[in-house]
């Protein structure tokens, strides 16, 4: 198969058609419309096997995962996910991991009325890069410097379980099937907050999503807002699965310090603490309290049932 | 060197600040402002070691050549480029390569008044992917599917010199190191034809980047607008060093089949044809007509001093 048979199978014609969209993969450049008074959100992921996954990760999953990474990041900015470019670096021409592959992505695409409006198809190592494009009214977006002294940390849903599945695989660790599964699943088939970054949009004071690990992603809002925070690491949700590890250490690690759940992680003030929390239940999401925003030179403190407790090694860290 | 100094050192604060830039690097997303009554241009290209390059190609060469082919597909829709998000997968951190790379996108990036707004940084087999992305006014884009019967084909500049840079290397050939090092420039340094692209914006009736070859990209132009061409190979614009091959058949070979140089191919009506060339002349582009769209079922006919000749295979293929 060629480059162009490839691109013709598996993408042309695929997926939906948005009406701001003049013209879609097949030209040196796609032309799309951004609707007036908006302003266009821009983020880029990539994901290279043996790195960000196993090289026997079930294609569908891997074609879900690498589009939701990226529009996580777009809901972390509280916008309204439009159009996708994806570079797609292949070892080889695979036509039954491709059509699993393509169909993840086309499957995800369409749930959240996105586009894949082009990209490029080269041979190499498997490596996938996403550059999604979102719409949010203008000076509406939610940024990493806006948390102020007083406000609430929430974050979306419970954290851990995608650093489960990776570590009880890599340490060879014994999990009921049913907590297994359902921590694979997490890793596999994350649920970007598309919705409840619409949702946070004018009312949080700053959002980021939990790409690096709980502790890691807070303290890019801490530098950026210029704030400290004290966390009560016994109020972060965590599953079942997690809770079925009787280390309670390995537990807070896996909460605090592992990314990859793409759960929201935001702040509000006092004032629309309650009314935000409504609002997110509408859109069934469950925001728990974890800490607070509070001025101390940038410092983050975390206490367990009120104890002092010690950070975690925190987040993946590349080139580290 | 960590993701995040990396990122801060090599990308953070360098390069040009754009006014329509809200928000640049360091946030889930970047916040850009399109104008009103404009499109928005997006391209996507991935360039992968041992595919695209050799290992050790300059690496200013590189940052160079990554950025210029994407800015190439936007000055083939008459777009002006604004904004770069780049996917950068590198197998370590080498301090020397990467200033050097950084400084050969910053430097191109400057010239043609693009922000780098943002991306990815990770581990693994070197590959790079730039989503770019440029403005066009409504309705003004140079597509694929505007040739008409009649229109005159021309090409922006001399072609096959890619082609030579790296076939002389990997047969070893023995050219005049004059020669050698022009070849290798337009390799290293290819200059994509922004302005000429906007200039041709609502005059010619079609146009394409010559990537793939000069046959190729325009077997495009003609499925996509549903006619065929008569094309004239002795008149193809061809550089002293490609001229200083003495095999005739090599040297048309590469000015015809092989890609790489980035110069536009493009259509343009007879009506329009001499108004155009004085217009690119006064950018300093001399383009040079090889030829004429014609109605016959689409073929493509390839004539040398009026002969008829064989069609060279045409093009790079992945996964062929």
Known sequence: MKEFELINRYFTGRGISRRDVDLGIGDDCALVNVPENCQLAITTDTLVEGVHFFADIPPRALGHRVIAVNLSDLAAMGAEPAWLSIGLTLPNIDAQWLEAFTDGMHEIAEYYNVQIIGGDTTQGPLTITVCAKGIVPNGKALTRSGARNGDWIYVTGPLGDAGLAIEARKQGWSIA???L???NERFFYPSPRVAAGQVLRGVATSAIDISDGLLADLSHILKQSGVGAVIHADKV?????LNSLDNDELR???ALAYGDDYELLFTVSDDNKNMLEAK???????PVCIGQIVNNDGRLELLNNNQPWPLPEVG???FS
């Open 177 to 179: 099937p049913v907590h």
């Open 280 to 286: 997110l239940n509408q859109y069934g999401v469950e």
């Open 181 to 183: 599964k359902n921590a």
């Open 237 to 241: 949700p965590t599953s079942a699965a």
């Open 316 to 318: 993946f860290e590349h």
């Open 252 to 254: 807070l690690q896996l």
